[in-house]
């Protein structure tokens, strides 16, 4: 199985900046992609960023240029770097990765999902 711990959501001002994170750990192969999702109240699950094994990036059309998405291989760990946050920001936000474990059957990669971290951005 594979956990994934996330930190630093929290209140912000608009304009302000936030840096997420997200720690996996268990009996991991290798991480194929790690993301960042949001859901605010009375809508949908959605992408917020993604990066996959060879680096490559890709975001929802409404943060581009305002975040940005990173990750540590050696620590098995994404950022998301959020910057001129804005009131509709405002959302729990998930940490998602994909990864290759071992099972009975060998090797075989599934979905894990963090707890969700709070980010509100008000004045």
């Known amino acids: 199985q594979v956990q994934l711990v996330e930190s630093g959501g929290g209140l912000v001002q608009p304009g302000g900046s936030l840096r997420l994170s997200c720690a996996a750990s268990?009996?991991?192969?290798?991480?194929?992609?790690m993301g960042w999702y949001r859901q605010a109240p009375g809508k949908q699950r959605e992408l917020v960023a993604v990066?996959?094994?060879?680096?490559?990036?890709n975001y929802v059309e409404s943060v581009k240029g305002r975040f940005t998405v990173s990750r540590d291989n050696a620590k098995n760990t994404v950022y998301l770097q959020m910057d001129s946050l804005k009131p509709e920001d405002t959302a729990v936000y998930y940490c998602?990765?994909?990864?290759?474990?071992?099972?009975?059957?060998?090797?075989?990669?599934?979905?894990?999902w963090g707890q969700g971290t709070q980010v509100t951005v008000s004045s």
């Open positions: 998602h990765c994909n990864a290759d474990i071992s099972t009975a059957w060998g090797r075989r990669a599934y979905d894990y």
């Open positions: 268990g009996s991991i192969f290798s991480i194929n992609v």
């Open positions: 990066i996959i094994s060879g680096g490559s990036t």
